[in-house]
């Protein structure tokens, strides 16, 4: 099977030697995602809200590049610096994925890259 890298300026450039997601047949895994401002490539740091609400935006334009929605997401993984942000982030991200809700893993991490509060991977499936 060949990998298709999927490509948008609608979310933050890739800083490192990594896709901003990949298809593989009709499974898509984005990779993960911050509160980055994809215009200005900037932190946009704010509350656990604010930084979960522009992850899921920036995850949300990934999906479109790709073909797809929050509705064909299977997977989510999503990590925080804090463990006790998880009802905060949990409320916006309910926000964002249709009924049935994907599956998920949430795990607190020791950091994330630029000071993230949380940081959102995917997998979903081409429609």
Do not use: H, W
């Amino acid at each position: 099977m060949t990998r298709e890298a999927i490509s948008t300026t609608n979310a933050p450039q890739a800083v490192g030697p990594y896709s901003q997601a990949i298809v593989v047949g009709d499974l898509i895994f984005c990779a993960g995602q911050g509160a980055i401002d994809p215009a200005t490539q900037d932190l946009r740091q704010g509350t656990v809200e604010e930084e979960t609400e522009r992850t899921l935006r920036n995850l949300g334009a990934v999906l479109d590049a790709a073909g797809a929605t929050f509705a064909d997401v299977v997977k989510t993984t999503v990590f925080l610096a804090d463990i006790n942000d998880f009802a905060a982030m949990n409320g916006v991200y309910a926000t964002f994925f249709p009924d049935p809700p994907p599956a998920r893993t949430t795990v607190e991490v020791a950091a994330l890259p630029k000071g993230f509060k949380v940081e959102i991977e995917a997998i979903a499936r081409r429609p």
